[in-house]
């Protein structure tokens, strides 16, 4: 090799040209791998592939992230989360198809104009919960009120003495309409329930916006012969049981009320799955004028289940602020396959809404295109005559 370098040129000899090409490519590739375009490549590859990580380890309810950015604990701050409402969307990608998908994320919150009342995407999405696991052709319905009476309403203050209200509830329908389990002396020691029930809270009433009103529901299903008329003496001896288990709240009472119904004709039980799985609504929350109800509401029954399913619907669960693995199981259920979380981004209807399909209100595929690229005058002019 050094016989070949020319002492006077300080370069090596024409032999030697081809590898100092091949040097030179070698530079210009080591110099374009380490150029800042590069590396921003490599990050996001790698941002990408940890985020994937991080999603399928453990995702983390999207409402935490709309928390972070909010950056303020207070109270005000987190009654405010609301105008986060669809301003983020979680993009997805499709395992098979690698078509590019956006689900706008929803506050999920009852006091929400859009999520809350009657309609809104919590409505919505209880009802779908509960159609999906049960065929309401093949069973009718007892229901019944579970009410309280002022004294004990003004309990209900706490998420405690609501989760202790609902096992009441629980009880309640386990007793009169469970199997009875028996210990090794022959004794009652519990009743199970082996029918389906689905139980809901109630805050309000319907006729006062914004006054306490907490009742329980239930729903239980029933075979299509059953008969569901009760007698009088019937509902007066559960209103006993009723008025013992309320008298821990207050041992004054006397009297407690329980209201019973039953649905058998398909209309009457849709309209009953539609009224009771009904969330508050913005006027309710509006119209409260004792901050620490709202306290309550906002605070404490956060990522609170105000919709249970008992007995043999028990494997069931159901919560209104979904997390993101729900929600993408939800989209997929929708596009028929695979998704894989990516991240979550800020989203603009308005600025995009060139380059998106609808899917369905709230969830879009992305065109192939992308986002950043702005339609040409033709591909409009393609879409007007479409
Ligand atoms: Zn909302």
Wanted: charged share 30%.
């Amino acid at each position: 090799m050094e016989s070949n370098f020319n002492w006077e040129t300080g370069n090596f000899d024409i032999k030697q040209v081809p590898y100092l090409q091949l040097f030179k490519d070698i530079k210009t590739l080591q110099d374009y791998s380490n150029s800042e375009a590069d590396q921003r490549k490599f990050q996001f590859k790698e941002g990408l592939r940890r985020r994937r990580e991080i999603a399928e380890a453990e995702l983390p309810p999207y409402l935490e992230y709309n928390a972070q950015t909010m950056g303020d604990f207070d109270l005000q701050g987190k009654i405010s989360i609301i105008s986060q409402c669809q301003k983020t969307a979680i993009n997805l990608s499709g395992a098979d198809t690698d078509n590019q998908y956006l689900k706008t994320i929803h506050c999920r919150k009852q006091w929400c104009p859009v999520c809350g009342g009657k309609g809104g995407t919590v409505h919505k999405s209880r009802l779908n919960s509960v159609l999906k696991r049960l065929d309401i052709n093949k069973y009718n319905f007892r229901q019944f009120v579970l009410t309280l009476p002022p004294s004990v309403r003004d309990q209900m203050n706490t998420r405690e003495n609501l989760n202790l209200l609902f096992s009441y509830s629980k009880l309640f329908i386990e007793k009169f309409y469970g199997q009875p389990q028996f210990d090794k002396l022959g004794h009652i020691k519990r009743y199970k329930l082996i029918k389906g029930a689905i139980s809901y809270l109630h805050l309000f009433g319907d006729d006062e916006n914004g006054i306490l009103k907490p009742h329980i529901n239930i729903h239980l299903l029933e075979s299509l012969d059953e008969k569901l008329k009760i007698d009088q003496s019937t509902l007066e001896t559960m209103k006993k049981w009723w008025l013992k288990k309320l008298k821990y709240f207050d041992e004054s009472l006397t009297i407690v009320d329980i209201h019973y119904k039953f649905r058998i004709e398909v209309k009457h039980k849709m309209h009953a799955l539609k009224y009771m799985t009904k969330p508050y609504s913005c006027r309710d929350f509006e119209a409260i004028e004792d901050q620490k109800i709202k306290k309550l509401l906002v605070e404490d029954l956060s990522g609170f289940q105000y919709l249970r399913f008992w007995g043999a619907l028990s494997n069931c669960s159901y919560q209104d602020e979904m997390d993101i693995t729900d929600i993408k199981t939800e989209c997929e259920s929708i596009v028929k396959e695979k998704l894989i979380y990516r991240f979550i981004q800020p989203f603009s209807y308005e600025a995009w809404k060139q380059n998106l399909i609808e899917i369905e209100p709230g969830f879009f595929q992305v065109k192939e295109k992308g986002l950043i690229h702005e339609p040409m005058e033709q591909e409009k002019e393609k879409t007007f005559i479409q």
